[in-house]
């Protein structure tokens, strides 16, 4: 499925056959250890570099008005971030998942980001538009 923005994901989240639980993991691009003058200018230009979780949170699509609040209550923690990767987490009976049931997948979904494994979560730049990674 083709994201078109962040209230696409609201509407998918709303319109599955289970109610959802939305996990967020907002990242920092850095630059790597010992970087080549290349990599210090694609991270200039907003391309490259080292990708590394700096806030993670799970949320009931209801809990979110909009991509500006989501990122209005992330300002608030006082840590800048570049990108957020969002995954879904299934209910089960019509129940949706609590935050306590989403705790391990949301440490498995920082692992994975950490191991730059990223392909299978949507993201979204610091405007809530969708990012693609090649």
Known sequence: MMLNDFN?????????AEPQRLLFV????DLPESPTADQHARHSNG??????PVLCVDKAPQEIASFQALAAESAQTGLAWDLV??????????????????????R??????NDGQISRFAA??????????Y
């Open 8 to 16: 696409g994901l609201l509407q998918a989240a709303g319109q599955q």
């Open 26 to 29: 907002f990242v920092k691009a």
């Open 47 to 52: 391309e490259g570099g080292t990708l590394g």
């Open 85 to 106: 990767f969002v995954a879904s987490l299934d209910g089960r009976g019509g129940i949706a998942p609590s935050s306590d049931e989403a705790a391990q997948p949301l």
């Open 108 to 113: 498995l979904m920082v692992n994975a980001v």
């Open 124 to 133: 979204f730049d610091r405007d809530g538009t969708p990012v693609q990674f």
